[in-house]
């Protein structure tokens, strides 16, 4: 994927995962590099910390069934996280 384009919303929120990730223990991720990007949703879509999964649903509520799909295919796979995990409060964003 060559560049992601997110409305104020889901920027706001990524800018919160991002935050809590690093505060929480994670990497810093420059946030203006699709991969760098692409990676910390992939790393957080398999968190255990309920913040950060909090942060990452806040997320996705802003992203479009565009962005859902091309974040699919670039391997973010929240829902195998959330099924893996049990009960997480992921929504169903099909």
């Known amino acids: 994927m060559d560049r992601l ?8 929120h990524l800018y919160q995962l991002e ?3 690093r505060h929480r223990g994670g990497r810093h991720y420059h946030l203006a590099d699709t991969d760098e990007c692409l990676e910390l949703l992939r790393v957080t879509a398999h968190s255990p910390d309920r913040v ?14 565009t962005l859902i799909d091309a974040l699919r295919q670039e391997g ?10 049990g009960e997480t409060g992921f929504n169903s964003l099909s």
């Open 52 to 65: 950060i999964q909090r942060h990452f649903q806040a997320f996705l509520e802003q992203l479009d069934p």
């Open 19 to 21: 935050s809590h990730f």
């Open 5 to 12: 384009i997110f409305n104020s919303g889901g920027i706001y």
């Open 76 to 85: 973010v796979d929240w829902e195998q996280a959330a099924k893996d995990a």
